[in-house]
């Protein structure tokens, strides 16, 4: 009885928890992140296509230095890259090892410009979303050598 009872407050714990950083999130601007298959395009092509035109919105939006919408459009085109290993399985091991090194970047850049967008910090945006922009081209590259 007594490890029955340790388990629902453990759980009503948990509970609460995600709860929790759901409303920060929601107080931030930021949004849980829903299943985005949804709305990924179906061809490597149409990604890629979708993606520069994220990326020319989201420059956009660094040069109105509107940093506070910085982080939806980078999660938006990190998701959408995310599903590029599955759309390509016709690449080589070693084209599909720098893929996934580079989509491990992307990740990060787009945390990063999450985070810089969010203080404010146009220098820092600015930086990574060079090196963002620079990641994009090693993934293009990457799938378009076979292609």
Do not use: W, Y
């Amino acid at each position: 009885m007594k490890t029955k009872t340790n388990m629902m407050v453990f759980c009503l714990a948990c509970g609460l928890m995600v709860g929790g950083f759901s409303l920060v999130f929601a107080q931030q601007g930021h949004e849980p992140l829903a299943d985005k298959t949804a709305t990924v395009p179906a061809t490597v092509e149409d990604i890629l296509a979708n993606v520069d035109l994220q990326l020319t919105a989201l420059n956009k939006v660094i040069i109105a230095k509107e940093l506070d919408r910085v982080h939806v459009i980078a999660f938006e085109i990190r998701d959408m890259l995310m599903v590029l290993p599955q759309k390509r399985s016709d690449l080589q091991p070693q084209e599909k090892t720098a893929l996934i090194a580079s989509l491990h970047n992307i990740k990060q850049q787009a945390t990063l410009l999450d985070k810089f967008g969010d203080s404010s910090n146009l220098v820092q945006t600015k930086k990574v979303f060079t090196k963002f922009e620079d990641e994009i081209g090693k993934i293009k590259e990457i799938l378009n050598r076979n292609h």
